[in-house]
C-alpha cells in the first residue's frame, strides 16, 4: 500500500507541476 500512496503523491505532484507550468506560460 505504501507504494501506492507514493505513486499517487508523485502523481499528484508532477500534475500540479504541470499546471503550475503552464499558469506561468500563459
Known sequence: YFI???LLL???A???GL???DY???
Open 10 to 12: 508523485y502523481i499528484f
Open 4 to 6: 501506492i500512496l507514493f
Open 14 to 16: 508532477h500534475l500540479k
Open 24 to 26: 506561468e506560460n500563459k
Open 19 to 21: 499546471n503550475k507550468k
